[in-house]
């Protein structure tokens, strides 16, 4: 599967079959442009409807995000495969968890992909390493973005953070780090975090 293929999904399919993979889905973490393709800033990014143009697979997203794909992409209902928090996806042998993470779109979603050395945690514009998705686009929810960044801390194992946009040198960091580090986590309560956080500026 591919995670939030906005950009370049012919070097994409080009990398699988290089590696003699099939593409089997599409993971999709929230609507935004820049994750599945579509209108942004006068860009137009060929994304998902690209892809499944050329390759139909299922593009998994969480239901509450799934009207917002539509029209964003183009794309129809049935194109979607929808889901609620905890729903597996299988790929090959590999359980990835999907879970629903709200707060900067209403139906954002982070994936926690097993592994043999630990887990990985795709955290989509949710959880950068430093910050977190901004809350004040629309559908964003400050106090939603809060209790889903302590969802997310509470995950057990110590998963790798792999975040949707590098805005720190790493490129990703054990969750256990990022919690002592990222400044979203200073906040004690969802208003401590809304009064920091829930206008925007300070958040990605």
Same mark, same amino acid.
Not at 85 to 107: F, K, Q, S, Y
Not at 168 to 179: F, H, K, T
């Given at each position: 599967v591919v995670v939030d293929p906005?950009?370049?999904? /012919?070097?994409?399919?080009?990398? *699988?079959?290089?590696?003699g993979m099939r593409l089997t889905g599409v993971l999709a973490t929230h609507h935004h442009p820049d994750h599945v393709g579509g209108t942004m800033m006068g860009f137009d990014l060929v994304g998902v409807a690209q *892809? =499944? +143009?050329?390759? $139909? =697979?299922?593009?998994?997203?969480?239901?509450?995000?799934?009207?917002y794909v539509t029209r964003v992409t183009g794309l129809s209902a049935s194109d979607l495969t $929808?889901?609620?928090?905890?729903?597996?996806?299988?790929?090959?042998?590999? %359980?990835?968890?999907?879970?629903?993470?709200?707060?900067?779109?209403? +139906?954002? #979603?982070?994936?926690? =992909?097993?592994?043999p050395d630990g887990d990985r945690l795709v955290?989509? /514009?949710?959880? @950068?390493?430093?910050?977190?998705?901004?809350?004040? @686009?629309?559908?964003?929810?400050?106090?939603?973005m809060y209790h889903s *960044?302590? #969802?997310?801390?509470?995950?057990?194992?110590?998963?790798?953070?792999?975040p949707g946009h590098r805005y720190s040198q790493a490129p990703n960091a054990p969750l256990d780090d990022v919690r002592r580090s990222n400044t979203v986590y200073? %906040?004690?309560?969802?208003e401590q975090f809304v009064a920091a956080f829930g206008g925007g500026p300070r958040g990605r």
């Amino acid at each position: 599967v591919v995670v939030d293929p906005a950009y370049s999904p /012919d070097e994409l399919l080009a990398v *699988l079959d290089t590696d003699g993979m099939r593409l089997t889905g599409v993971l999709a973490t929230h609507h935004h442009p820049d994750h599945v393709g579509g209108t942004m800033m006068g860009f137009d990014l060929v994304g998902v409807a690209q *892809l =499944v +143009g050329s390759h $139909p =697979v299922p593009i998994h997203v969480q239901r509450a995000e799934a009207d917002y794909v539509t029209r964003v992409t183009g794309l129809s209902a049935s194109d979607l495969t $929808p889901h609620d928090h905890d729903d597996v996806v299988e790929v090959g042998n590999v %359980a990835i968890r999907l879970l629903h993470t709200p707060g900067h779109t209403p +139906g954002s #979603q982070c994936f926690l =992909v097993p592994g043999p050395d630990g887990d990985r945690l795709v955290a989509g /514009d949710t959880l @950068f390493l430093q910050g977190c998705g901004r809350t004040d @686009f629309p559908g964003g929810d400050a106090a939603q973005m809060y209790h889903s *960044l302590q #969802q997310l801390a509470a995950l057990k194992g110590n998963p790798t953070v792999y975040p949707g946009h590098r805005y720190s040198q790493a490129p990703n960091a054990p969750l256990d780090d990022v919690r002592r580090s990222n400044t979203v986590y200073r %906040a004690t309560s969802a208003e401590q975090f809304v009064a920091a956080f829930g206008g925007g500026p300070r958040g990605r």
